[in-house]
């Protein structure tokens, strides 16, 4: 034992004898924290309007520490919890305090190191502060050659200096096993495509300017004709364009911007804008030499002899960033693309025909498939067919996805007669006993899938069935998504293995259940915030989506950006005009994902409806126009009831059961002193004076068994009376729970 003490460092044995154990710090006592937690709910207290039993809300004592101010600056916070009325002021301090972000100092604030929030990170140890001795030293190598040159004798002495790690990295710590990252500062503009484009074709830039203008996603990319060459389709669409002619400018930048604004604004007449563009303009063939900031040089329309292409692309692979890489490699010998964007770079180069730079990065991929690359890289290919690499992919994913279990598994039962495998392991057993062609298998795996389709499997079961053609499997998970994506695994983080293409197929399927329009919207919001955090384990709460997709830049919406524009078909496939709570809309508005013109046409959509006596004269399809709701019966009572209101008329959904056990299920108008309409529901609804509406409706009910019952697409006119006021019942005589019952609905033009 004296042995084992000598051994022990004196620093070692001092703190073990010297620790530190702070103190719990003492909560903060109500009365210091009331002003605080006053001023903070005052604008939502304030914004949240008329209270039901009208009480005016509590307001903090005035105090001398305490002052409450009855009037305050543009740039305050609203402290004052009263009902905002018709207060425009007040109503913009209060909106502007709920929405005002952190800024720097505060976020440095809130995470910088102090006891409270870094006591409990490990609970069975004291919290210690960092002090220098903590951090890490490196250790430097003098280089041999030091001692010849002069001045170098002190440090030839000793060949080696401690250096002190700096106390808060600014980054990541570059590892030495993997190619150093390129350093970007936080502040640095993000390149534009533009300016991609122009570090790419740099060196053929000349005294005589770009002579090809090609007009492609929403872009002029000036173009020199000898580079066009290598590009098929370019070329082809070069000798079909007419002959260069010279191009107009405008006399100065306020000119151009004057006409630019007189040409969008719809208030001035076809004439007035053809006048303002004559006396704006200048023709390109003045005389006289121009220097550099001379208009026609930096005016849209400058003046050259050019020759002006078209090309239309509307694939999402190809953003204006891989457009402009593509372009830009026309001016190179050698590739020179970034593995980042060498999938969307494929796809503009296949656009354009660049048979080398296709070539190019088609061995680029092959050199860097990897666990991060293999599913983009493998789409890209498939659909550009670059067969060598997508051979490749699918070979590495089965080297990478089959587990030595999974495998092991399928040998040994080559030697039982009944099948005898985990249900943790049934798709890998089913992708090894494909690998070496065991039919019974296979058969027995799928019989067990079948049985056991959850939230927490069918993604798994399903890309596992698809890949290896069970395609019984594959259609029982389909009709279990169409019955509970939005209602079960919408709240699960299982969500994020849905795949894009197959979440797209079942939210264009007629026989989706949809318990009202927003779960469509806000379903696809969280698997989109999953695929941009991968590294998430828990499920999002809704304020922490909203946070995160509000935190990103104003500069257009996110489906406008170049990364996601591919996730716009996905949400055509919401039926906005379905969402009419105020809240609902605001919330979208607040994550900035849809692009502002379709909620604005949202908006005039529904007060044109309101204006029109309810009718939804932009919808013509039932089928994707329709406003979808519907609830569902799991157990006794079999009853349920829900108030569908739209456009000032308001339905009652109902599911009853009747004395010989049959289900009734049918919907009716309710009056406007209805007693089933609630306060909250009657408080901001409108209510139409319309004595009768036609209304296009569809019931529809469907069970797990694949079992359905439809009333098909009625026209009826739905009136205020009990006999004209009821739509036609569906019975449903077999009950096997869950039911899953829809009602889709639409107001055609009166």
Same mark, same amino acid.
């Given at each position: 034992?004296?042995?084992?003490?000598?051994?022990?460092?004196?620093?070692?044995?001092?703190?073990?004898?010297?620790?530190?154990?702070?103190?719990?710090?003492?909560?903060?006592?109500?009365?210091?924290?009331?002003?605080?937690?006053?001023?903070?709910?005052?604008?939502?207290?304030?914004?949240?309007?008329?209270?039901?039993?009208?009480?005016?809300?509590?307001?903090?004592?005035?105090?001398?520490?305490?002052?409450?101010?009855?009037?305050?600056?543009?740039?305050?916070?609203?402290?004052?919890?009263?009902?905002?009325?018709?207060?425009?002021?007040?109503?913009?301090?209060?909106?502007?305090?709920?929405?005002?972000?952190?800024?720097?100092?505060?976020?440095?604030?809130?995470?910088?190191?102090?006891?409270?929030?870094?006591?409990?990170?490990?609970?069975?140890?004291?919290?210690?502060?960092?002090?220098?001795?903590?951090?890490?030293?490196?250790?430097?190598?003098?280089?041999?050659?030091?001692?010849?040159?002069?001045?170098?004798?002190?440090?030839?002495?000793?060949?080696?200096?401690?250096?002190?790690?700096?106390?808060?990295?600014?980054?990541?710590?570059?590892?030495?096993?993997?190619?150093?990252?390129?350093?970007?500062?936080?502040?640095?503009?993000?390149?534009?495509?533009?300016?991609?484009?122009?570090?790419?074709?740099?060196?053929?830039?000349?005294?005589?300017?770009?002579?090809?203008?090609?007009?492609?996603?929403?872009?002029?990319?000036?173009?020199?004709?000898?580079?066009?060459?290598?590009?098929?389709?370019?070329?082809?669409?070069?000798?079909?364009?007419?002959?260069?002619?010279?191009?107009?400018?405008?006399?100065?930048?306020?000119?151009?911007?004057?006409?630019?604004?007189?040409?969008?604004?719809?208030?001035?007449?076809?004439?007035?804008?053809?006048?303002?563009?004559?006396?704006?303009?200048?023709?390109?063939?003045?005389?006289?030499?121009?220097?550099?900031?001379?208009?026609?040089?930096?005016?849209?329309?400058?003046?050259?002899?050019?020759?002006?292409?078209?090309?239309?692309?509307?694939?999402?692979?190809?953003?204006?960033?891989?457009?402009?890489?593509?372009?830009?490699?026309?001016?190179?010998?050698?590739?020179?693309?970034?593995?980042?964007?060498?999938?969307?770079?494929?796809?503009?180069?296949?656009?354009?025909?660049?048979?080398?730079?296709?070539?190019?990065?088609?061995?680029?991929?092959?050199?860097?498939?990897?666990?991060?690359?293999?599913?983009?890289?493998?789409?890209?290919?498939?659909?550009?067919?670059?067969?060598?690499?997508?051979?490749?992919?699918?070979?590495?994913?089965?080297?990478?996805?089959?587990?030595?279990?999974?495998?092991?598994?399928?040998?040994?039962?080559?030697?039982?007669?009944?099948?005898?495998?985990?249900?943790?392991?049934?798709?890998?057993?089913?992708?090894?006993?494909?690998?070496?062609?065991?039919?019974?298998?296979?058969?027995?795996?799928?019989?067990?899938?079948?049985?056991?389709?959850?939230?927490?499997?069918?993604?798994?079961?399903?890309?596992?069935?698809?890949?290896?053609?069970?395609?019984?499997?594959?259609?029982?998970?389909?009709?279990?998504?169409?019955?509970?994506? /939005?209602?079960?695994?919408?709240? @699960? !983080? +299982?969500?994020?293995?849905? *795949?894009?293409?197959? %979440? #797209?197929?079942?939210?264009?399927?007629?026989?989706?259940?949809?318990?009202?329009?927003?779960?469509?919207?806000?379903?696809?919001?969280?698997?989109?915030?999953?695929?941009?955090?991968?590294?998430?384990?828990?499920?999002?709460?809704?304020?922490?989506?909203?946070?995160?997709?509000?935190?990103?830049?104003?500069?257009?919406?996110? /489906?406008?950006?170049?990364?996601? @524009? !591919? +996730?716009?078909?996905?949400? *055509?496939?919401?039926? %906005? #005009?379905?969402?009419?709570?105020?809240?609902?809309?605001?919330?979208?508005?607040?994550?900035?994902?849809?692009?502002?013109?379709?909620?604005?046409?949202?908006?005039?959509?529904?007060?044109?409806?309101?204006?029109?006596?309810?009718?939804?004269?932009?919808?013509?399809?039932?089928?994707?126009?329709?406003?979808?709701?519907?609830?569902?019966?799991?157990?006794?009572?079999?009853?349920?009831?829900?108030?569908? *209101?739209?456009?000032?008329?308001?339905?009652?959904?109902?599911?009853?059961?009747?004395?010989?056990?049959?289900?009734?299920?049918?919907?009716?108008?309710?009056?406007?002193?209805?007693?089933?309409?609630?306060?909250?529901?009657?408080?901001?609804?409108?209510?139409?004076?319309?004595?009768?509406?036609?209304?296009?409706?569809?019931?529809?009910?469907?069970?797990?068994?694949?079992?359905?019952?439809?009333?098909?697409?009625?026209?009826?006119?739905?009136?205020?009376?009990?006999?004209?006021?009821?739509?036609?019942?569906?019975?449903?005589?077999?009950?096997?729970?869950?039911?899953?019952?829809?009602?889709?609905?639409?107001?055609?033009?009166?």
């Amino acid at each position: 034992m004296a042995e084992v003490s000598r051994n022990v460092p004196p620093q070692l044995s001092r703190m073990s004898t010297t620790s530190y154990f702070p103190t719990i710090p003492r909560g903060v006592p109500k009365a210091a924290i009331s002003y605080s937690q006053s001023v903070n709910e005052a604008p939502y207290t304030a914004l949240m309007g008329v209270i039901v039993d009208g009480r005016y809300p509590e307001r903090h004592a005035v105090t001398p520490r305490c002052r409450v101010r009855k009037q305050v600056g543009g740039t305050n916070r609203w402290r004052l919890p009263d009902s905002l009325g018709s207060d425009l002021l007040g109503s913009r301090q209060a909106i502007k305090s709920i929405n005002m972000p952190y800024n720097s100092n505060m976020i440095n604030i809130i995470t910088a190191e102090n006891p409270q929030s870094s006591l409990h990170l490990e609970a069975d140890r004291p919290y210690v502060f960092h002090q220098v001795v903590d951090r890490p030293v490196t250790v430097s190598q003098v280089p041999s050659t030091a001692s010849s040159k002069p001045g170098f004798g002190l440090l030839s002495r000793e060949s080696t200096v401690l250096v002190r790690a700096p106390s808060r990295l600014r980054g990541p710590t570059p590892s030495t096993s993997g190619p150093i990252r390129k350093f970007i500062p936080a502040n640095a503009r993000p390149a534009t495509p533009k300016d991609i484009f122009l570090y790419h074709s740099k060196k053929s830039q000349s005294f005589i300017g770009p002579d090809v203008v090609l007009k492609c996603l929403g872009m002029d990319w000036e173009l020199h004709r000898p580079y066009l060459q290598k590009s098929e389709v370019l070329s082809q669409l070069l000798k079909q364009a007419g002959e260069p002619h010279m191009q107009k400018y405008y006399r100065n930048p306020a000119s151009e911007t004057l006409d630019t604004y007189i040409k969008k604004n719809n208030v001035y007449s076809n004439e007035y804008k053809d006048i303002s563009n004559r006396l704006s303009m200048v023709e390109g063939d003045e005389e006289g030499p121009k220097k550099l900031d001379h208009p026609a040089h930096t005016s849209e329309k400058r003046i050259s002899s050019v020759t002006m292409i078209k090309l239309d692309i509307k694939d999402p692979l190809i953003t204006k960033t891989a457009m402009a890489v593509a372009l830009g490699n026309l001016y190179h010998d050698e590739l020179d693309v970034d593995l980042e964007d060498v999938a969307n770079v494929l796809a503009a180069s296949s656009q354009i025909g660049y048979k080398a730079l296709q070539n190019g990065c088609a061995r680029l991929m092959l050199n860097n498939i990897s666990y991060k690359t293999v599913c983009r890289y493998h789409h890209a290919c498939t659909k550009y067919q670059q067969e060598e690499v997508v051979k490749a992919c699918e070979r590495w994913l089965e080297l990478n996805l089959l587990p030595e279990v999974a495998m092991a598994v399928a040998l040994g039962n080559l030697y039982h007669d009944e099948l005898d495998v985990d249900l943790e392991d049934v798709a890998n057993v089913l992708a090894a006993s494909s690998q070496i062609g065991y039919k019974a298998l296979q058969n027995g795996c799928a019989r067990l899938m079948l049985n056991n389709i959850s939230y927490k499997t069918v993604c798994r079961y399903h890309h596992a069935c698809t890949k290896y053609q069970q395609e019984e499997v594959v259609k029982a998970c389909e009709r279990w998504l169409e019955l509970n994506l /939005l209602p079960e695994l919408s709240n @699960q !983080i +299982y969500l994020r293995e849905i *795949s894009m293409e197959l %979440l #797209q197929k079942i939210l264009k399927s007629n026989r989706l259940y949809v318990p009202n329009e927003y779960t469509v919207y806000r379903t696809l919001s969280y698997w989109l915030f999953l695929q941009l955090n991968s590294s998430i384990q828990l499920m999002p709460s809704h304020s922490t989506v909203l946070s995160y997709f509000n935190s990103l830049p104003k500069t257009g919406s996110f /489906l406008e950006r170049d990364d996601g @524009q !591919i +996730y716009g078909p996905l949400f *055509s496939a919401v039926r %906005l #005009q379905g969402v009419t709570d105020t809240n609902q809309i605001r919330d979208m508005q607040l994550m900035n994902i849809l692009p502002q013109s379709q909620l604005i046409d949202l908006l005039t959509q529904h007060y044109h409806a309101l204006q029109g006596g309810g009718d939804m004269s932009a919808l013509k399809h039932f089928n994707t126009g329709a406003i979808r709701q519907g609830f569902i019966i799991d157990e006794e009572p079999h009853y349920h009831s829900e108030v569908l *209101s739209i456009h000032g008329f308001h339905f009652e959904l109902k599911a009853a059961r009747n004395a010989i056990g049959q289900l009734s299920i049918y919907m009716q108008r309710l009056k406007p002193g209805d007693p089933i309409l609630s306060f909250r529901q009657c408080e901001r609804h409108t209510f139409s004076i319309r004595t009768d509406r036609e209304v296009r409706y569809c019931i529809m009910v469907q069970d797990s068994v694949d079992d359905l019952k439809t009333t098909g697409i009625v026209s009826q006119k739905f009136g205020l009376g009990e006999k004209v006021g009821k739509s036609e019942i569906l019975q449903q005589d077999k009950i096997r729970t869950p039911l899953y019952i829809s009602f889709s609905l639409l107001f055609p033009a009166s």
